[in-house]
Every structure is written in structure tokens, then in C-alpha cells.
């Protein structure tokens, strides 16, 4: 059962993060968006997006929003509904790629997750664990999608770690 007002739910990849953050709200009162920043570009996420779909079943609404996060938590924060934001990692690619600010879009996201009048859970990966990147692109990425993680860390109540299925309250309550 969620506890927390906002929660930053990070792991590497395939590490059950976004299972345990649907977790984490099935059970929340109200209605439950799923804010999906992922596009389907290719066959390879074309069958993620499915098995994501699958696996939430009917009882979420889900708004596919690439770019303008801020803006669609804003929106859907203000009914005072449960959102479950999944994911960051693909939000920056997405903003980085439109060449969009991203230092200014991390405060508009910040403040949009202060804002809300209901409950959000954020989804992010943690790559900062790997080898370093070895083209200066990759490396921008890596250190743009920490700051990203930090100040999301600070922006919300609670912070979990997961690795292989298991979570690790890093801030706020138990989970």
C-alpha cells in the first residue's frame, strides 16, 4: 500500500522496479493513472509497452506523454488521483533527443511533483553502477540522468531501490 505522498521507485534494468511500483499503487484509493513516456519506435519496445499493458491489466487510465511530463502531472495531480510515472530514464532520451533543456525541465518536473494533490510514483533506472560510457554523448547522458535521479530524490518522500525484485528504502517509510 502506498504511504507516501511521492516516491522515487530507481533500479537497473530488469531489476522488477516497474512491477514493484505497480505494486506499490494497485491497492491506492481513486482512480489510477499510468503516465507511459516510453514510444514505440521499434519491435523490441513495441512488445515492452504490451507486456506492461498486460501485466497493469484495465484498471488504469494510461496517458502517453514523451516530452511534456511536467505538464500531464500537473494535470492529473490536480484531481488528487494516484499516478504511477514509468519512465524517467526514457523521459530524458526523449527530451534530450528533441534537444529540449533539460536542466530546466528537471525543475519543471520538481515543481510539478510538489504540486500535486494526489499520490505519485516515479520510475527511473540507475545507470550510474556500469563501466563509464566511452563517447562523450553516452557519458552527457549518464551524468544528465544522475542529476535527474538526485533531484528527484529530493523532491519526493520516499526513495526505493530495487535489485533483483527486492526493494531498499533509501528515504521515507518502510515499503
Known amino acids: 500500500m502506498l ?8 533500479g537497473g534494468a530488469a531489476s522488477g522496479k516497474s512491477a514493484y511500483a505497480e505494486k506499490l499503487v494497485r491497492e491506492a484509493p481513486g482512480t489510477l493513472f499510468y503516465i507511459a513516456t516510453a514510444q514505440a519506435l521499434d519491435d523490441e519496445m513495441c512488445e515492452k509497452i504490451a507486456d506492461h499493458r498486460r501485466r497493469r491489466g484495465d484498471s488504469w487510465v494510461t496517458i502517453e506523454e514523451p516530452y511534456d511530463l511536467p505538464f500531464s502531472i500537473r494535470e ?4 488528487g ?3 504511477l510515472v514509468d519512465c524517467l530514464t526514457l523521459w530524458l532520451s526523449n527530451i534530450m533527443s528533441a534537444k529540449r533543456d533539460v536542466g530546466n ?3 519543471a518536473l520538481t515543481a510539478a511533483i510538489s504540486g500535486i494533490k494526489g499520490r505519485i510514483v516515479l520510475v527511473s533506472n540507475e545507470i550510474g553502477h556500469g563501466l563509464v560510457p566511452m563517447d ?3 557519458r552527457q547522458f549518464r551524468d544528465l540522468h544522475g542529476e535527474l535521479n538526485q533531484a528527484v530524490a ?3 518522500d520516499q526513495v526505493i531501490f530495487v535489485a533483483a ?6 528515504k521515507g517509510g518502510p515499503n
Do not use: D, N, W
Request: net charge neutral.
Open 3 to 10: 504511504a507516501e505522498k511521492s516516491t522515487l521507485v530507481f
Open 154 to 156: 529530493a523532491a519526493v
Open 105 to 107: 525541465e528537471t525543475k
Open 76 to 79: 492529473y495531480g490536480a484531481t
Open 81 to 83: 488521483a494516484v499516478l
Open 136 to 138: 562523450g554523448q553516452s
Open 165 to 170: 525484485g527486492l526493494p531498499i528504502t533509501l
